[in-house]
């Protein structure tokens, strides 16, 4: 027997089918042969059968891209930060100082400091003719190996109603053991101010993850993002104890108790 999972896009098609054709029946008492192809037909409506499913990319990290444009190049180089493609650029505008020296009280020389030499260079960005550049952060992405058997992640419905789930678990005082914490899905997710690393910190556990949100070899799709920056996007599993930091470890049980308690 096949029990349709409402959860994934396919498993509530079928029990959308289901009910057109209960509600039916009840109606009719049978399923008369026009209205079954008519209620087939629209249902049926809603699937693409003819293109590949979309492929699904991870983002591994970021790069700073540098295109540097003139009269006789248009060039585009990738560097691990925008410092190092900034540095990269003033090498080239130091190179080329002459075509501006003297120019609108623009030095003969160029500045030491690589921000403002390309300044200086470059001028306003509504006027700088046939030179110009562009630098910016993106994405490196790559092709996702594909999922588990039968494994969807949850549709639009399933994550809104667990977004509004979600609940915030704060420190009672400043004398608790614990760690503030917001729990989505069944992920905790930790944020607090470490005072042995002096940074804010932020953790988090996939130990206690809600079953529809793990996939068929136990890993759960995990994409993390600081600004603009993805730091980390694929799927992970749960973290080792032994790593695990001396204080989120009673906290976790704590949490655990907390659930049974509550009958989650």
Request: with cysteine.
């Amino acid at each position: 027997m096949i029990t349709p999972d409402p959860a994934t896009p396919e498993g509530a098609a079928v029990i959308d089918l289901h009910d057109r054709l209960q509600a039916l029946e009840n109606r009719t008492g049978e399923w008369p042969g026009a209205d079954t192809v008519d209620i087939l037909a629209a249902w049926l409506a809603d699937f693409d059968f003819t293109r590949p499913p979309a492929p699904t990319y991870w983002v591994t990290g970021s790069a700073c891209v540098l295109r540097r444009q003139d009269r006789h190049e248009d060039t585009v180089t990738l560097w691990a930060d925008e410092a190092s493609a900034l540095s990269a650029l003033a090498r080239e505008v130091r190179c080329n100082w002459d075509n501006v020296a003297g120019a609108d009280d623009i030095p003969d020389t160029p500045p030491d400091d690589d921000r403002e030499a390309v300044d200086l260079y470059y001028g306003p960005s509504d006027s700088r003719g046939d030179e110009d550049y562009w630098l910016y952060a993106a994405d490196i992405n790559t092709l996702a190996p594909p999922a588990p058997h039968a494994f969807l992640f949850p549709g639009p419905e399933l994550c809104a109603w667990m977004n509004s789930a979600a609940r915030f678990h704060p420190m009672t005082g400043p004398d608790d053991e614990g760690l503030p914490c917001m729990e989505i899905g069944g992920v905790l997710v930790f944020a607090y101010l470490d005072p042995d690393m002096k940074a804010v910190r932020v953790s988090v556990d996939l130990d206690t993850t809600a079953e529809p949100l793990v996939r068929g070899d136990a890993a759960i799709p995990l994409h993390i993002q600081i600004g603009n920056t993805t730091v980390f996007s694929a799927p992970a599993g749960p973290v080792p104890e032994r790593i695990r930091s001396g204080r989120l470890r009673p906290w976790l049980r704590r949490m655990r108790s907390m659930r049974r308690q509550r009958g989650d």
